[in-house]
């Protein structure tokens, strides 16, 4: 696991995912961008962190998006997906077990063990 899927999946597992995870991305990849473009990268790394780090595949991720019943449509279609997708993303990053893919521990918990 590399140090950019360890920031991503702590910004799933923080108290306000969603802040957390555009303040990375931003930091890291895009900073003068549209949100729209925001959205569908977030989207993409999302699925890679998924991909390389979940025992659950991305075509069960997709048919989950699909399935799951629509509660209001806000904005476009396109953008409706999206969101979604990247809320599927971020409960299944977030409610993984970390020990499971070899994530390592933060240096203040680490010291506070100790």
């Known amino acids: 696991m590399n140090k950019h ?3 991503f999946i702590r910004a799933c597992k923080s108290k306000d995912p969603e802040k957390r995870l555009y303040s990375v991305l931003n930091r890291l990849y895009l900073r003068n961008t ?3 473009f925001k959205r569908a990268n977030l989207m993409v790394v999302l699925a890679e962190v998924c991909d390389r780090n979940l025992p659950i595949s991305n075509t069960k991720l997709v048919i989950q998006v699909l399935t799951t019943p629509v509660q209001e449509l806000m904005g476009g279609a396109t953008e409706h997906m999206q969101n979604k997708l990247i809320r599927v993303l971020t409960a299944h990053i977030r409610y993984s077990l970390v020990s499971d893919s070899g994530f390592t521990v933060p240096a ?6 100790k």
């Open 5 to 7: 899927d360890q920031l």
């Open 34 to 36: 549209t949100p729209e």
């Open 108 to 113: 203040k918990v680490r010291n506070w063990q």
